[in-house]
Nanobody, 128 residues
Framework: QVHLVESGGGVVQAGGSLRLSCAAS??????????MAWFRQAPGTEREYVSA????????DYADSVAGRFFVSRDNAKKILILQMNRLEPEDTAIYYC???????????????????WGQGTQVTVSS
């Protein structure tokens, strides 16, 4: 089991920045590699992929809509996943979810079905 808790959401004006964190805990984190990702979901839409990072951090990936503005990182010692979001746009408004899956060291996934564990989400609102 992996327990995930997101934080760092809030209200920001267009062009601003936010830094999301996801704290991970659970016995699975000890002996196994865990890939992690960020997804988001706006009202009335399906959950959308944002970014992913492998256990080793050697593999990272971004959705086209956020590439060059968002940056994902992780600290395995502290069991924290970070999403630095810059140049935010109103279209980025959504609930942001952290996801995790036991994996190989360099694996990443970009679909919600790739991940077994999910946080409760944190709201990000970008005003124009």
């Amino acid at each position: 089991q992996v327990h995930l808790v997101e934080s760092g959401g809030g209200v920001v004006q267009a062009g601003g920045s936010l830094r999301l964190s996801c704290a991970a805990s659970g016995p699975t984190l000890g002996p196994y590699a865990v890939a992690m990702a960020w997804f988001r979901q706006a009202p009335g839409t399906e959950r959308e992929y944002v970014s992913a990072i492998s256990w080793s951090s050697r593999s990272t990936d971004y959705a086209d809509s956020v590439a060059g503005r968002f940056f994902v990182s992780r600290d395995n010692a502290k069991k924290i996943l970070i999403l630095q979001m810059n140049r935010l746009e109103p279209e980025d408004t959504a609930i942001y979810y952290c996801a995790a899956r036991v994996s190989t060291a360099d694996w990443i996934g970009t679909m919600p079905r790739d991940y077994d564990y999910w946080g409760q989400g944190t709201q990000v609102t970008v005003s124009s």
